[in-house]
Each structure stands twice: as C-alpha cells, then as structure tokens.
C-alpha cells in the first residue's frame, strides 16, 4: 500500500476516537500490552517522561521534548492527536517519522491487527513505541491520550511522572466530577517513580497526595517551586516572544533561569513553564545534563524544534488573526483571557464543536459582543453549526452558519475591519482546518 492506503487503512478498520468518540475508547490496557508483547515490549528498551492531564499537557511535552534535545539527547515525541499529518503524532528530535515507516509497520503486522483488533490510539501507540526503540531514542516523551490510568500509554515505567492539570473534559468516559476525573489521571504514578503535579489545585491536592503515599512515589507541585510571571506579551506578528520573569520559591529548588523567552505566547503558558521547569530540575537529580542555555534556548524555539501549532497562534496580522486549541471550559478560560489582552475594536469568532462535549459550560462563558461564525469541524463527530447556533442563541450568542470551516473563516476575515480581532477555535478540529 501506499502512505495515503494505509493510512486510509487504519481510518476503517480501527475505531478511532477523534472521528466517532467513545465507543473507539477501550478501557483496559489488554490490547496495548498484547500487541506491545508481539513487538518485543519496545517500551521496556528505553527512557520515558510520562505526562497526563486535562489541559496544557500537549504544551508541556513539546517543551520538554525541546529541551532534552537543545540538551544533546536524541528526543521521541509522543503525542495525540494530529492537526494535519497522522506523523505528527511521534517525532524524534522534531521531525516526524518517515511515511515508509509507517507503511511498513502496518504492513508488517496486519495479522496482528486483525487478532487484537486494536483501536486506532492503541495501534498509534505500538507503531510510536517500536520506532523508538529502533531508533535507540535516549528518552521519550509519552502524552496521554485521555485520563491515565487505563489509557494506552500507562504500560511505561517513566522516569518521571507529569500531570499538568485537571478539568471538565471526557466526562462520560472519566467521571463527572473533578476529584473522580483527578483520580483516572493520578492512575499513571507508579511506585517509587517521582511525579510531579503542575497546578496545584486545593479541592484535588489530596487526591494526588493520597495516591502518591500509596504508591511511594516523591510528589511535588510544581506552583508551589516556581512562579512565573509575563513581563511583556504582545500579539502583533509571527514571530511573538513572552518574556517570563522566573522566581525560585523553595531555597532547596535551584533558580534554573531567572529570565526566559517562550514563542508560546498564551497566557496560559506561564503554567506549563512551571513545570516544565520543576521536570526538568528533577531530571538534573536523575543525572541529565541540562543547563540554562539549553533551557533557554530551547524555550525561545519550541515551534520550530517540535512542529507544534494551534497554541494562541497567529496566522495573520490585518487583520490580527489567532487561532488556539482550547475546548473545554478551562480552556475556554485561558483563551478569554488571552482575547482580553489584544487591543482591537470587534471580535469575530469563528467556533465549530463536537457533539459528544457539554457545550453549555463552554457557551455560557463566551462574549456576547462578539460576532459568530457557526461552522462544524469536518469529522463524524462534528457538530452541526445550525445546532451550535441554536444553542449559541440561548446564551445571547448571535450570528451567522457555514457549511464549512473555511468558509466561516474567509466570511471573518472579509467583514473584519483593520482594527479588528478574528479568532478560531472551539475544538481541535476546526484549528486542525485552519493552521
């Protein structure tokens, strides 16, 4: 088969969470562990970073993948899900994998396949763990898909466990309250294995203290090490850096770097810093050889370093036009505060969803100044934009639909004033059209 055949292979014969929701989610971990077996166990042949988490963990892999390899360490990069190209999901030292490597893989276990039966994640999984113990990557970075302890991921024994944050998302698979949610991600910290917590949030702490306890596992937050505060934040061009002023916050954490330049230029950032900052302190004690110029040098070059987009990123200036992934409430959140901190004269949003989320949390948060543009992400799962609009209306939320993500951004961008603010977002999906 070709690249474009196999691909197209895996899209119909494994369920896939992306295209048609939770009925392509497994929960267990029987079918990742029998297909890693037939792979030789790649995931015991070499070093692992495991980071979970509702929000920011896709940002805070990027960055600690940038890092390791500024530092000299040959990086794997394991992330879900893609925006453009299927290999953006496993990387080493920034560069996707070869489409023949793909090919072959699926060509050599087929058999394996149709026995297991895997789901799409699960397959993603073996084919990103075997290239990176054929590769002899020094350490890889391992994203969760979603929650922890049953997800395809959890099969690794890390050096270091990460869990970013926690908030509402992947309700009817996770729990539909936080603390339930808290502990489906505290599932991935192992006994003995250090984790380290990024936003400490009070009505959850014990449930990743508890769980650590049981486990033996040294737990540290990584807001109570470092503070991280913007100095400066502009969104006026492609190339933004967010100034970070850094302070040490425990005499016994070293101050890795008081100063830093990040071209992930969200507000939102701030956080996952931190604990970037506090993983990579505690890789130093593992014997890692990071210094600040590798920190900072990495951290003024995620992008270009890792191939990540769709965090407040700008796609064009006149007018100013920024896209971001956040699509759950805390997302949300973070993206409102960003667009309250541009100087422009009317919003256009353009905002497609998918019909497995509650978007009534999402919608109650969203301006009702702004101006909208309804559209549905070009996947199964995809909401349709006269539904969106319906629901939007009820939140005092107006506009128009469009049959297409494109097409709502071109609408925007053409009745968008010079002054004015277009954005995109709502899912993964509609930035997925669009970057």
Not at 70 to 89: M, V
Not at 195 to 216: P, S, W
Not at 254 to 274: A, E, F, H
Not at 394 to 417: D, E, I, N
Request: aromatic fraction near 8%.
């Amino acid at each position: 088969m070709t690249y474009q055949q196999t691909i197209d292979y895996l899209y119909t014969q494994l369920p896939v969470f992306t295209r048609v929701g939770a009925s392509a989610y497994k929960a267990d971990l029987n079918n990742t562990i029998e297909l890693c077996k037939r792979l030789g166990n790649p995931e015991r042949k070499f070093k692992t970073i495991h980071v979970a988490g509702t929000n920011g963990k896709g940002s805070t892999s990027h960055m600690l993948a940038a890092v390791l390899q500024t530092a000299g360490y040959k990086t794997g990069l394991y992330t879900s899900p893609h925006l453009k190209d299927f290999r953006e999901r496993v990387r080493i030292n920034g560069e996707m994998i070869s489409e023949q490597s793909v090919i072959d893989f699926v060509a050599d276990h087929k058999t394996d396949f149709e026995e297991i039966q895997p789901s799409f994640f699960e397959m993603t999984v073996g084919l990103a763990f075997d290239i990176f113990a054929k590769e002899q990557v020094d350490i890889a970075v391992i994203e969760t898909g979603l929650g922890g302890r049953l997800d395809s991921t959890n099969i690794v024994t890390p050096l270091l466990s990460i869990i970013t944050n926690i908030g509402w998302d992947h309700m009817n698979i996770l729990g539909d309250t936080l603390p339930q949610i808290a502990a489906e991600k505290a599932g991935i910290i192992k006994p003995q294995i250090p984790v380290i917590i990024g936003e400490k949030q009070d009505e959850l702490a014990e449930v990743f203290i508890r769980k650590a306890d049981e486990e033996g596992a040294p737990l540290s937050f990584a807001s109570d090490l470092f503070e991280a505060k913007a100095i400066s934040q502009k969104s006026k061009g492609y190339d933004d850096l967010l100034d970070i002023e850094i302070t040490s916050l425990k005499a016994q954490t070293p101050n890795l770097q008081s100063n830093l330049q990040l071209d992930l230029t969200g507000s939102y950032q701030l956080k996952n810093v931190k604990t970037v900052l506090a993983a990579v302190n505690e890789l130093r004690l593992q014997g890692f050889t990071i210094t600040g110029d590798h920190i900072k040098t990495a951290l003024s070059r995620v992008k270009t370093l890792t191939g990540l987009h769709g965090r407040w990123e700008t796609l064009s200036i006149t007018p100013l036009t920024i896209c971001d992934t956040g699509h759950n409430p805390e997302g949300i959140r973070e993206v409102l505060n960003n667009i309250a901190s541009v100087d422009f004269e009317q919003l256009h949003f353009v905002i497609g969803i998918v019909n497995d989320k509650d978007s009534t949390k999402v919608l109650s948060m969203l301006p009702k100044n702004a101006i909208y543009y309804f559209c549905r992400p070009d996947i199964p799962r995809g909401l349709d934009a006269e539904t969106l609009k319906q629901q939007a209306l009820s939140f005092g939320l107006k506009g128009s639909t469009f049959t297409t993500v494109k097409l709502a951004l071109a609408a925007a961008t053409q009745a968008a004033a010079a002054k004015d603010l277009v954005f995109i977002g709502g899912s993964t999906f509609v930035v997925a059209e669009i970057v």
